[in-house]
């Protein structure tokens, strides 16, 4: 399966406005990948008008948002269902410091419809450290039944780079790499390797390169592989 399971939608101040759903969608068909995740910081309410454009286009869509523990490590969670993702990233958004974004300054937060329309603005900055440690916030996602994956580990804010190790507990047997950064391959020996975008721009978003093996063409045998069953 042909995958970019890491970018950001413009609902990430971070992310350029033109990252609408129907944008990402078009761009990942015409670039001929498979399969998608749109992984918004702390939150998941740009995802039922992503999957609404993955259908379109024949995409199968990886429902998932990338949280911010409170040792600032970014974390992916990926979920079976839209549904649960928009639940469970209202959770994080709780777990935010109330403070509110500035547009000028960090970016705009929209929720975008398949027409490119704004249907709603998120007011609290999305981009900042949850009160969750990395504990917690794997446990939230795996109460819920999802996928919990370290975000790009040999870079800022990944878990290697910001703690120096793996914990014991939690045990990660998926980690998300950085492809041009350098890594001791004995630290991520075992372990299943995913490796993405994490664009914000269109132009970033991978070409049909990165080919993972999975059991069944699915969202099922998908989630499964970023399981690490």
Do not use: W
Request: hydrophobic share 40%.
């Amino acid at each position: 399966m042909l995958v970019d399971l890491h970018m950001h939608s413009c609902l990430s101040p971070c992310a350029d406005d033109d990252m609408t759903p129907a944008n990402i969608c078009g761009m990942a068909y015409i670039k001929g990948l498979q399969a998608i995740a749109v992984t918004d910081h702390n939150t998941a309410r740009n995802l039922p008008f992503v999957k609404e454009a993955a259908d379109h286009y024949g995409l199968i869509l990886l429902p998932g948002m990338e949280i911010t523990t409170k040792e600032e490590v970014h974390l992916l969670g990926y979920f079976r269902s839209v549904e649960v993702a928009v639940e469970v990233g209202e959770i994080f958004t709780e777990h935010l410091p109330k403070q509110k974004n500035r547009p000028d300054f960090f970016g705009n937060q929209f929720v975008m419809n398949t027409d490119d329309e704004v249907v709603a603005v998120e007011d609290r900055l999305l981009i900042g450290s949850t009160d969750l440690s990395l504990e917690e916030c794997t446990g939230i996602i795996r109460s819920h039944g999802g996928a919990a994956v370290p975000a790009h580990i040999n870079r800022g804010h990944g878990l290697l780079t910001n703690l120096g190790l793996f914990p014991e507990e939690p045990d990660f047997p998926v980690v998300e790499v950085r492809s041009e950064l350098a890594i001791m391959e004995k630290l991520i020996k075992g372990k299943r390797i995913l490796r993405s975008s994490d664009a914000h721009h269109l132009g970033d978003i991978l070409e049909a390169v990165n080919d993972i093996p999975t059991d069944r063409f699915s969202l099922g045998g998908l989630f499964d592989y970023v399981s690490g069953k």
